[in-house]
Structure formats: C-alpha cells, structure tokens
C-alpha cells in the first residue's frame, strides 16, 4: 500500500511540474530527505524515483520562460567554487577508479542543490521549502519518539536504511536540525491546535533524539537549545518548557542510556572516540603531505598505515570537518567553512535589516530559526560523516532566497525616497513603510 501511494503522489505530480517547476524541487527534497520509498516492503523500494523527479524538474526548468538564475551572492560563489574544487580533488585522487561511486553520488547532490536554489525564489515557495523539510523529516521524529517512550527508551532510534540518515546518530543530528524549524512554522500558523501540535511534535523529536543514545547528539542538542533560548523572543516560555520537559525526560531514560552519556566525561577510554581522534589525525597528516586531498575513498588500510598514529584501527572521519579535510584537502576545509560562515552572516543580515519591520517578520524568525538549526548541524556535525548531507545546502539556499527576496523589495519601496530627497520634495515619504506581506504558512495554494 505505501508503495502504491508513494508512487501516485510522484507519478501524478510530475505533469504539473511543467507548469510549476518549483513544485519538482519541492518533491525532489521531500524524496531526497524522507526517502519516503524505504517505508515499504515493495517494488518502490528500488524504484528510480529520485532521478525520475530530477529528470522532469531539471527539464521545466530549462523550459519555463520563468526567471531561472542563480543568485549570484558571495555564498553561491563560494559554493560553486567548493563544488569545483571537490571536482579537482577527485581528478588527483589517491584512488582515482574508486572514486566515481561517490563521486557520482556527490555530484548529483550538488547539481540538485543548484536547481533548489534556482527554483525556489518567493516568499511562498520559500515557505514550501521549510514545510517540505519539517514534514520529511519530522515524520522519522513524531515516529522514534512515540517508539521511545512505548519502550521505555530501551531500544535504540534508527533512521531509514540506507540513506545519510540511516544511522542513530545521523537521525538524531537531522531531527535536532528540524526542531527549529519546526518552531518557525509554529510561529506562522493561525491555529491554537496547530502550535500545540508543533509543541507535541518537537518533544518528540527531543525524545527520539535521546531514544537514538547518540553522544554528539545530546551536546547537538544541549548546545542548540541555550542558542534557541538566546534568540528566541519567548525566553520565559522557553524556560518554563525545558524545566518542565527536560528533568522528567532524562529521568524517563534507563539506566544503560545513563551509562553511554556518561562515557563523554571517559573518552579517554572509550575505544569509538579514540578511533575517530586516529581518524582525524589521519585526515590532517594526508592533507599535509597532500593539499589537494585524497578524493572520496580514503578509508583504506594503505593510507592508514601511512598516516595513522595507529594504523591498525580504521575508522571513517566521523566529522564532517576531518572529512572534508581528508577528502578535499585545506583548502577544501576551507571552503567549505567560509561557505558556512557567509550562510551565517547571510542570515545576520537578514535579522538585522528586518528587525523593525513587522511585514517582515516571517523573514526574521526564518533566518534566526536556520542559525539555530546551523548550530545543531555545526556541533553534531563535528562527530559525524555529513559533509554531503543535502539538508543543510537546501537551508543555505533558503537564507540566499531569503535574502535576494527582502533586498530587493526593500530597495524598490527605498527608491521613493531617495528621489523626493533628490527633488529637493519637503514630502516625507510614506511609501518607505512596506504594505503588510500575505500570510503564507499554512496556504493551501
């Protein structure tokens, strides 16, 4: 049965694509992040949806006489650059024949994160985007909290197999991601019932997070909740939820998950978090002796023996810094955090050229609520192998969007003024206070 729904959704969704391509972005997210196929048990489970959804989208694309150019921001630069240099680094790759496998995954990864970034361009479509990503992945967290708490949190959350989510600590990282987001969209809507739900759910997502026993997760989310109090509006509310919610939630948890937390205060010890240092130290001695990096498969005994301290304990990176510094080199790392850095400051600005326009609220909370999201990804990201998780570049390509879109109409109802001032006109202009914006969230159109 959900192979059959999964593919009437996709199949008959295709044809209206044409008319509105970004609706083929919208639905390559959602089967890109949710990977709602996996859910079955049938032929959907191998089914090319991906690429079919691709394959249309990118042909509208080409074919619609609607505006298709990216928006060529500091941040888009940079990541065209950091997608060059991923290129370069393959073709000098350690292992050039083993490299296409991922090499074509990777590529297909950015080449679609263009397309998002092009598509996706009104307030609107940028509304979808983050409704798209809430619903994809907080699906797996309404899901692994319910499981959690029927079982007493003795039995581990896992992610959909065989995707970047498929792990515990991989679905625990994307479901702390989608909290704030989730809180954005419980800002926008009208309803009483709907917040309370988006309330529900993010204490859901909380638990399935615990539920997954992740360590990097519980500092992911340690840390972006004091960052989502700092930015919030509602610091009071805020306060009132975490005493009320937090205590009797650890307390909920059994004693072995108790035990693996406190492994965090023993590193030393504990023979995963030795491995992943030996990993890193890997990372960083073969971007040393090679600045362009290794390529993709670095994960070898051969390069570990050459550049581990131990060279018998073989670990992937597990950190999507170490990764892209094993991978790609330092200036690769490099890249890759200034793409993070201009994404941050993309949002600052944001929040500091809306802060006192209230028809530009939904812009304000979207960019604060991404940061904290960013947070969560930067801290858990440290511990784990998600360089190329898509999530965060469809967020980067939100905060752009959102940016162009509130740039520009800032500078058109600016121009009025700037003529009367011109003219000499004694006139204020009234025109400087934008009209009140349309209410998005939750529209059905």
């Not at 079955?40 to 090319?48: E, I, S, V, Y």
């Not at 397309?115 to 409704?131: A, F, G, P, S, Y």
């Not at 904290?372 to 570049?393: K, M, Q, R």
């Amino acid at each position: 049965m959900r192979d059959i729904l999964v593919t009437l959704i996709v199949f008959g969704g295709l044809p209206v694509v044409f008319k509105k391509p970004y609706l083929g972005a919208l639905m390559w997210v959602w089967i890109s992040v949710m990977n709602p196929h996996t859910q079955g048990w049938g032929f959907a489970t191998t089914f090319p949806f991906a690429a079919i959804i691709a394959a249309v989208t990118i042909t509208s694309l080409l074919i619609t006489k609607e505006p298709k150019n990216l928006p060529l921001t500091p941040v888009i630069w940079v990541f065209i650059i950091f997608v060059f240099w991923m290129n370069l680094s393959t073709v000098f790759a350690i292992y050039p024949d083993e490299t296409y496998v991922q090499w074509n995954k990777v590529m297909k990864i950015m080449l679609m994160s263009f397309v998002v970034i092009m598509l996706i361009r009104t307030q609107k479509q940028i509304q979808l985007l983050i409704w798209t990503i809430v619903i994809s992945l907080g699906y797996y967290g309404v899901k692994g909290g319910v499981f959690t708490l029927k079982g007493g949190g003795v039995d581990m959350v896992w992610g959909p197999e065989g995707t970047f989510i498929g792990g515990n600590n991989e679905i625990a990282l994307a479901l702390i991601m989608t909290i704030p987001l989730m809180h954005y969209l419980q800002i926008t809507v009208q309803k009483p019932w709907a917040r309370h739900a988006f309330t529900v759910a993010m204490l859901l997502c909380a638990v399935a997070a615990l539920g997954s026993y992740s360590r990097g997760a519980f500092l992911a989310i340690a840390t972006m909740g004091m960052f989502l109090w700092f930015k919030s509006r509602h610091k009071l509310n805020f306060a009132l939820l975490g005493v009320m919610a937090i205590p009797p939630l650890l307390a909920f948890m059994p004693e072995q998950w108790m035990q693996r937390m406190d492994t965090i205060n023993t590193y030393e010890e504990d023979g995963s978090v030795q491995g992943r240092f030996n990993a890193w130290w890997m990372a960083y001695n073969l971007a040393k002796d090679r600045p362009l990096g290794g390529g993709f498969e670095v994960i070898t005994p051969e390069l570990f023996y050459a550049y581990a301290p131990n060279p018998e304990d073989i670990h992937a990176a597990h950190s999507i810094y170490f990764q892209a510094l094993g991978e790609h080199g330092f200036v690769g790392l490099g890249l890759y955090l200034l793409l993070g850095w201009l994404t941050w400051r993309t949002g600052s600005w944001i929040i500091r050229n809306t802060s006192k326009l209230e028809e530009y609220r939904w812009a304000f909370n979207l960019a604060t609520m991404i940061q904290v999201s960013l947070i969560g990804f930067a801290v858990g990201g440290a511990f784990l192998s998600l360089l190329y998780f898509d999530v965060p570049y469809y967020l980067m390509g939100a905060m752009v969007a959102t940016r162009v879109l509130v740039e520009k109409e800032l500078r058109q109802k600016a121009l009025p003024a700037i003529a009367a001032k011109a003219s000499g006109s004694p006139r204020q202009p009234e025109q400087l206070t934008p009209p009140q914006s349309q209410p998005v969230a939750g529209d059905s159109s």
